[in-house]
């Protein structure tokens, strides 16, 4: 069965420094991963996924994650975090071929402080 | 542009009436869902539809029911809404090739159900 476990409900950081958000996965099948971002009152849009292509995968926003599948980890950075960056983040995963269930992480909040 | 609209974004409805949630999308996406996702909480599959197939989740309680009339509308239901059904309520869609393979899903701005 499909899991993620989102190390940490809030993660503060202070303006221009590293972000580090970190997501641990459980597939029994080559996953598909996501990290989407939710904005307060508003739905979810995705940052970028993980297809097996790259393990470095490039999103938005200047955000990237590296898949890395001995570690089951898929954890997402930003070298310099913004204000506007402060927002909810989710990791999902999904497994391939197994239809449309996206399992997803019980979200990390993320504080930019100036 | 192109975008999944949820109407209305704010609901309040009384304990035990039934109440209708919206959605509509201009992707003409074949793959459309509900998510339901209380406070503080990651977003909970109820059910999706694939094209005109129905598929619910196995802990979707009965008291939830969606219906797509077409491509671009669909509806989420709630017969009987117990305190417990306050929540943001998610659209979503997606472009299916066929392999039923996860493609990215594009999400409304919710609708917060309130139930008094």
């Known amino acids: 069965a499909q899991s993620v476990t989102q190390l940490g409900s809030h993660v503060s950081v202070s303006e221009g420094a590293l972000v580090l958000l970190r997501c641990n996965y459980s597939s029994s099948v080559p996953p598909y991963l996501f990290w989407y971002v939710q904005y307060p009152n508003q739905g979810l849009q995705l940052l970028l996924k993980y297809t097996s292509a790259a393990t470095l995968v490039k999103g938005i926003n200047g955000f990237e994650a590296e898949f890395k599948k001995s570690e089951t980890s898929f954890h997402l950075t930003k070298p310099s975090a913004h204000m506007s960056d402060a927002a909810e983040y989710f990791c999902?995963?999904?497994?391939?071929?197994?239809?449309?269930?996206?399992?997803f992480g019980a979200g990390t909040r993320l504080f930019v402080k100036a | 542009d192109a975008m999944v609209i949820q109407n209305p974004r704010y609901q309040v409805t009384q304990f035990g009436k039934p109440v209708t949630l919206s959605c509509s999308q201009t992707l003409n996406h074949n793959v459309m869902y509900w998510y339901q996702q209380k406070s503080s909480q990651a977003p909970k599959l109820l059910f999706h539809y694939y094209d005109k197939d129905f598929n619910n989740e196995a802990d979707t309680p009965d008291n939830f029911q969606s219906r797509r009339p077409n491509t671009s509308f669909c509806f989420l239901d709630i017969r009987s809404p117990g305190l417990g059904d306050a929540a943001m309520y998610l659209c979503?869609?997606?472009?299916?090739?066929?392999?039923?393979?996860?493609?990215?899903?594009?999400f409304g701005p919710g609708t917060r159900l309130l139930v008094l």
């Open positions: 999902a995963v999904s497994d391939r071929g197994g239809g449309f269930k996206t399992i």
């Open positions: 979503a869609t997606s472009k299916s090739s066929g392999a039923r393979d996860q493609e990215t899903q594009y």
